[in-house]
C-alpha cells in the first residue's frame, strides 16, 4: 500500500498564496501519477489538478487555471500545489491522491490511494 501525507494547508486572504505538498511512501510503482482533489462541506469532491509520472503533462480544473501549478520531484515521491491568487471558494479540504496507472485521470474513482487531507481556507 502507498501512504500520502500533505501539508501546506491553512489560512489565508483573499489573494494570498499556499503552496501545499504531499509525501507519498511504501509500496513503489514504476510509474504513477499523482493528483490533488477538494472538498467542501455538503460539495462533492472535485478534481483540481494531476501531473503524469513524467511531469510532462499536467491538467486543471477550469475553475483554478491560471492560479493553481501543479509538480512533482519524483526523486522524493512529492507533489506540490501551488495556489496563487486564492479565492473564498478555494476553501476546502483537499486530498492528494496515487493512480498507479500515471495517466490522464481526473475522476476520484480513477484513484488508488489518498492522504488525509488539509484544510484551505481563504477569508473575503
Known amino acids: 500500500q502507498v501512504q500520502l501525507v500533505e501539508s501546506g494547508g491553512g489560512l489565508v486572504q483573499a489573494g494570498g498564496s499556499l503552496r501545499l505538498s504531499c509525501a507519498a511512501s511504501g509500496r513503489t510503482f514504476t510509474s504513477y501519477g499523482m493528483g490533488w482533489f477538494r472538498q467542501a462541506p455538503e460539495k462533492e469532491r472535485e478534481f483540481v489538478a494531476a501531473i503524469t509520472w513524467s511531469g510532462g503533462n499536467t491538467y486543471y480544473a477550469d475553475s483554478v487555471k491560471g492560479r493553481f501549478t501543479i509538480s512533482r520531484d519524483n526523486a522524493k515521491n512529492t507533489v506540490f500545489l501551488q495556489m496563487n491568487s486564492l479565492k473564498p471558494e478555494d476553501t476546502a479540504v483537499y486530498y492528494c491522491?496515487?493512480?498507479?496507472?500515471?495517466?490522464?485521470?481526473?475522476?476520484?474513482?480513477?484513484?488508488?490511494?489518498w492522504g488525509q487531507g488539509t484544510q484551505v481556507t481563504v477569508s473575503a
Open positions: 491522491a496515487v493512480n498507479v496507472l500515471g495517466g490522464r485521470e481526473l475522476e476520484p474513482y480513477e484513484y488508488d490511494y
